[in-house]
């Protein structure tokens, strides 16, 4: 077994690649192919049920292109490698990312065949950027995407996610929580996430903390003695006398009772949150909150609101941490330009937009009626259309960030609230959508496109 860390950090992550990146680039190498190359990373179709999803993850992106390096432990492994010779690993000693990149800020609506981002540099640096920034790209908007759904669901109640504990590793606990907040989340149970990011952290009790006391009114009090504004779950045996035993808590200390909420977490959540007001409110406990668990999703959310159940907040655990009715993209990260040609496939199903491009997006109407109507993928040079505003920015150059690559998560969530407005309402619901939104190709990409094809055959391929 390895004594080395499994963890990813800064100081490893160029290692975190497939084999054949390390592969191709050797050849490139060898070849002395070190001209400019662009690569694209989109996604192709939407999961079943979406009809957007939620751009994430750019920031992982931007820090390894910045911190892109192989370190002398990589080094020394790559050169004990048969496939590898002592001079091309030498070289990638030196290897840094040097170019440029333009993406979707985070929080922005994205749709099939847009970039979320383009990368712009030396072929090898930028052969290299595939795997990891596809990875953290691809993780991120998944799960902004499911956390935008379980928000829109909970019409203005809180959400917080209680994911950890089943989502699929470590990496993706945390850069969910971080996805989650993008998205519009309230807070996380994750305390490292609310370390790292600063994202509000937020916890309950387990039913195990009732178990191991003799009776749950002990319990009850014994915890609100400690976390006097705490939230009681109060379901461990029977809901409803759970709910009685909080309003006999009430009873004992009188003024010194500031518990927040209670939290149902099984059976007929509807019902019992119905039952629960009923006895809350009973008991002049108006101002004691009801907040929601267990098996959680943005379809059990949004039927609950449905039935006016007196619910004030939601915890969404499994169902979001991993996505579970769409938890991967066809997404892809593909050369669209070299040597300062367009470069394309013409495989059936996945023909690519040669060159570097801009998206814009369309919008008609006029103050709060102003809505997005379609998208224009075009080639980056071309002028707007009427009515029409860039969404890829230029948020590096030279391998260092712009100031458009230095936005604060919480920037990123008030555009994620700002941009998801301005799409029809139609878009923003959870029902699958008759017509998709449209999406064109600029007649000027269609040309190039076009040519580029013409080219590449004339050439044998």
């Not at 209680?162 to 590793?169: A, D, P, Q, S, V």
């Not at 387990?206 to 014994?222: K, N, P, T």
């Not at 709060?368 to 948020?395: C, F, N, Q, T």
């Amino acid at each position: 077994m390895s004594d080395r860390s499994p963890w990813v950090t800064d100081e490893n992550a160029a290692l975190l690649t497939d084999l054949y990146q390390l592969t191709m680039v050797q050849a490139y190498w060898r070849e002395g192919l070190d001209g400019d190359a662009v690569f694209s990373l989109y996604y192709r179709t939407l999961p079943e049920g979406r009809s957007y999803l939620l751009a994430c993850g750019l920031e992982d992106a931007l820090r390894f292109l910045e911190t892109f390096r192989f370190g002398p432990d990589a080094l020394e492994f790559l050169a004990g490698r048969d496939e590898f010779s002592r001079e091309f690993v030498d070289w990638l000693g030196g290897l840094r990312f040097e170019g440029d990149v333009w993406a979707l800020p985070e929080g922005t609506p994205v749709f099939p065949g847009e970039p979320l981002l383009e990368v712009r540099g030396e072929i090898a640096a930028a052969q290299l950027a595939e795997t990891l920034v596809m990875n953290q790209v691809h993780l991120q908007t998944v799960l902004a995407s499911k956390a935008a759904r379980v928000v829109a669901a909970a019409a203005g109640r809180a959400v917080v996610d209680f994911g950890l504990r089943r989502m699929h590793g470590t990496d993706a606990g945390m850069k969910g929580a971080r996805a989650y907040h993008v998205a519009g989340l309230a807070g996380t149970s994750n305390v490292l996430a609310g370390r790292v990011y600063g994202v509000p952290i937020a916890g309950t009790m387990a039913h195990s903390y009732v178990q191991a006391h003799d009776d749950e009114q002990g319990a009850f009090r014994a915890f609100a003695e400690l976390y006097p504004e705490t939230v009681l779950l109060v379901d461990t045996y029977d809901t409803l006398e759970g709910v009685r035993n909080v309003v006999r808590l009430a009873r004992e200390l009188g003024d010194d009772f500031r518990v927040r909420a209670i939290r149902l977490d099984s059976g007929d959540l509807a019902e019992l949150a119905v039952r629960s007001r009923e006895i809350l409110d009973q008991a002049g406990l108006e101002r004691v909150e009801i907040f929601a668990s267990g098996g959680l999703d943005e379809h059990s959310v949004a039927a609950l609101v449905a039935k006016g159940a007196p619910i004030d907040g939601f915890g969404v655990g499994t169902a979001m941490g991993v996505s579970k009715d769409a938890p991967a993209l066809d997404i892809a990260y593909k050369l669209t330009a070299y040597a300062g040609k367009g470069r394309l496939k013409l495989s059936p199903g996945k023909k690519i937009l040669p060159g570097r491009k801009q998206v814009f997006r369309v919008e008609e109407g006029e103050g709060e009626a102003r809505r997005a109507a379609r998208d224009v993928i075009a080639r980056a040079d071309e002028e707007a259309p009427p009515g029409g505003r860039p969404l890829l920015a230029h948020v590096m150059a030279g391998g260092r960030r712009l100031p458009a690559g230095r936005v604060s998560l919480d920037q990123a969530r008030e555009r994620a609230r700002a941009e998801t407005a301005l799409l029809p309402e139609r878009l923003r619901g959870l029902e699958p959508l008759a017509e998709p939104y449209p999406v064109e190709v600029s007649a000027g990409l269609r040309a190039f496109q076009e040519e580029v094809a013409l080219r590449v055959e004339g050439e044998g391929g």
